[in-house]
């Protein structure tokens, strides 16, 4: 079955960089887009981007650009997100998705990983 | 583009209908999907395209809507639906959910 497993747990100090890793497996890496989203604790859902695993091709939210970098493996079917310069309002849990759609964003996401709690604190 | 749900919090039981709204700024479509979150899970997709369900969701689960008013409906409220629900819009970057609506047991 179509499956996505992020990396563990993560704890940084402001100004310090994380980044997520995104397991994919159970369908054809290359064919879906890869979503980012995340959620500070008891708050809402907020979509940071996206990433074409075929192309390598991006596209991110406004409030994120020159912070987050997207990037992939397609040897090991495996997406990261970068956040750097982490401030206490980046602590969240950050999910990985993919679309619903093959080859282009249709904006729907389905499955998603089991996200990863990021934990900014001096 | 800002999502609006409505409302915030919901107390309903077991076997009600029951009907929760969102509203976008602008017109978008019908690029509207749904997502269930339980507690300490990840959000799982009900709707999408604002009306059609994705495999493997109970067909209790409806969606309706174009334009800028949407809704959910739950036919007949089951144990497993108490969750937080969320509606996310994709028609324009960037992609933006509304604030949830909590559904608990009355």
């Known amino acids: 079955q179509v499956r996505l497993v992020q990396s563990g747990a993560e704890v940084k100090k402001p100004g310090a960089s994380v980044k997520v890793s995104c397991k994919a497996s159970?369908?054809?890496?290359?064919?879906?887009?890869l979503h980012w989203i995340r959620q500070a604790p008891g708050q809402g859902l907020e979509w940071m981007g996206w990433i074409s695993p075929n192309s390598g091709g991006t596209n991110y939210a406004h409030n994120f650009q020159g912070r987050v970098t997207m990037t992939r493996d397609t040897s090991i079917t495996t997406a990261f997100m970068e956040l750097t310069n982490l401030q206490s309002d980046d602590t969240a849990v950050y999910y990985c998705a993919r679309d619903v759609w093959a080859r282009s964003s249709s904006g729907s996401f389905d499955p998603w990983g089991q996200g990863t709690l990021v934990t900014v604190s001096s | 583009i800002q999502v609006t749900q409505s409302p915030a919090s919901l107390s309903a039981s077991i076997g009600d209908r029951v009907t929760i709204t969102c509203r976008a700024s602008?017109?978008?479509?019908?690029?509207l999907a749904w997502y269930q979150q339980k507690p300490g899970k990840a959000p799982k997709l009900l709707i999408h395209g604002a009306s059609s369900l994705q495999s493997g969701v109970p067909s209790r689960f409806s969606g309706s809507g174009s334009g800028t008013d949407f809704t959910l409906t739950i036919s007949s409220l089951q144990p497993e639906d108490f969750a937080t629900y969320y509606c996310q819009q994709s028609n324009s970057y960037p992609y933006t959910f509304g604030q949830g609506t909590k559904l608990e047991i009355k």
């Open positions: 602008q017109s978008i479509s019908s690029y």
């Open positions: 159970g369908y054809t890496f290359t064919d879906y887009f």
